[in-house]
């Protein structure tokens, strides 16, 4: 069993920065394959980046050249960098686990982007 617990979200100004952190229980946390999900209200949830095992990264299109997804195994934590916010990335941020087929998720952090 993995516990995920996110953190750093927040409101935060168009064109402003946060920087999201998952923390994972366990000890396998190296080999999973870690991702960020989004979700806004009325729509269905969206995946916002992923990173493997190995660290290959790949992102939805909305998000790439302003999110960076990143991995710490000595820490057990993911990590997604936000610049550039926009109104349309607010949304509960979730992180999410995924090892053969055994799949977790957080509880989720919500990110609003407003002036």
């Known amino acids: 069993q993995v516990q995920l617990v996110e953190s750093g979200g927040g409101l935060v100004q168009p064109g402003g920065s946060l920087r999201l952190s998952c923390a994972a229980s366990?000890?396998?946390?190296?080999?999973?394959?870690m991702a960020w999900y989004r979700q806004a209200p009325g729509k269905q949830r969206e995946l916002v980046a992923r990173i493997s095992s190995g660290g290959s990264t790949n992102y939805a299109d909305s998000v790439k050249g302003r999110f960076t997804i990143s991995r710490d195994n000595a820490k057990n934590t993911v990590y997604l960098q936000m610049n550039g916010l926009k109104p349309e990335d607010t949304a509960v941020y979730y992180c999410?686990?995924?090892?053969?087929?055994?799949?977790?998720w957080g509880q989720g952090t919500q990110v609003t982007v407003s002036s």
């Open positions: 999410n686990a995924v090892l053969i087929l055994h799949t977790y």
């Open positions: 366990g000890s396998r946390f190296s080999a999973y394959a």
